[in-house]
């Protein structure tokens, strides 16, 4: 019985130990992976949004309509 319990101990630890390289080295790949694709494919700066002016076609209280109910919904998410 002994030397069962011992088997079984000497697999769980073998076991444990495959999964915990299998991991560490996912963690190595996947690391090295986003190192590669930063240097070689860095991302673009955000583009920034044009606000268009009052004086295109869109009047005042249209601007201060669509301004309220953005920060109405804004205000109603936190």
Known sequence: MAELMASGVELM???????????TMLVVAINLMS????????EAPPATLSVPAVSQGIDKQTVAAIMA???QYRNRKK
């Open 35 to 42: 190192a590669l694709v930063q240097r070689f494919f860095p």
């Open 13 to 23: 630890f073998v076991g444990m130990g495959i999964v915990f390289l299998f991991l």
């Open 69 to 71: 109910a953005v920060h």
